[in-house]
């Protein structure tokens, strides 16, 4: 078991009480870290330690969750914490229609015939939550991907969020050391195959994007070789990108998110796709959440993840749309994206 007993309890309670709280485990560990704190703090300033979130495109806005309290702490005071009003934030109630996500594609490959570019075109898949134990959900999930940097986390203002996030946006040590990657095009895993024109251009999109973002504050970058990084039964097209940088982190994170392997390219063209053709808002999803302390700061955008309460659930799951997509194949991709979580959570019901 990954998460331990106290753990999963103290997880458990605060998400009863509604009590800010995240577990994580870093790529490549199976230490889970908890912490809780009495409030969470909405800020655009500087946060010096904890667990922070980021919605999707609120530049400079981020959600705060100080290490105040222990799994032990919080089991050893259960009785004298309070229950909380709800979250300000409901996960979205139905399901995105197979009809209505093959007519925003072939709106957006239509627009990007004309001008070229990429853009993200997301859709939700939800259900009913009343009796799923989102611990279990947690466990089975977490377990599925260990390269990943896995995620639960409630605040009033995000809710309640569960993520295994294989993309990093940013990480900065206090020698000076910045890495960020690109990762954008999806296929089913294959032996050394190449990949096709439609996945490289969609790709090469984000890399630039990257690069030209760290130019633009003075980071010289270095790109590395291509490689392949595997999720589960898919794998997507990489290139990790490494900097010298001694600065504020958050500074870098927001000039970088959302980057085009979330929203797109022109930025502006992508939004306004997003805005018109998305009927669910993106809330955390696109966003990023991380970690910081003395030692440095881990930045991951929020993706392959669901949001959900007591009553229901909503897994996000998205592609990106350049004018050689195809809407069959773009649905097929989000639904490979999103099958473990799903299988996740159906096997979690009591």
Known sequence: MLLSTSISRAASLCIEKRLPFAIYMMQGSDHVIFLAGDESTQC?????????????????WRIMIAPRYTAEQIIENADTIATRDSAAVKPVDCSTPRDEYDNALNKVVNGLKLRGGKTVISRVICGDAADIDWLSVAEKYF??????????????????????????????????????MSLAGTR???????????NREEHDYVTRY??????SLGINATVGCAENVGYGAIEHLCHRITARYTGNPFIVADTLSPTPALAGTPLDKALNDITLNERHPRRCYGGYVGMTDSRG?????????????????CIYAGGGITAKSESATEWDETSAKSQVLLNAINQSRS
Do not use: Q
């Open 297 to 313: 700061t881990h930045i991951f955008v929020n993706l392959r993840c669901v949001h959900f309460d007591e009553s229901r659930y």
């Open 188 to 198: 089913m895993k294959s032996s050394n195959a190449a990949w096709d024109d439609k």
């Open 210 to 215: 990257i690069v030209d973002k760290l130019s």
């Open 44 to 60: 655009n300033s500087d946060v010096d330690h904890g667990f922070f979130i980021s919605e999707f495109n609120t530049s400079g």
């Open 143 to 180: 377990t599925c991907f260990p390269s990943t940097f896995r995620y639960l986390y409630y605040t009033a203002a995000t809710g309640a969020w569960i993520g295994a996030s294989p993309e990093l946006l940013l990480e900065c040590d206090n020698a000076g050391n910045l890495s960020t």
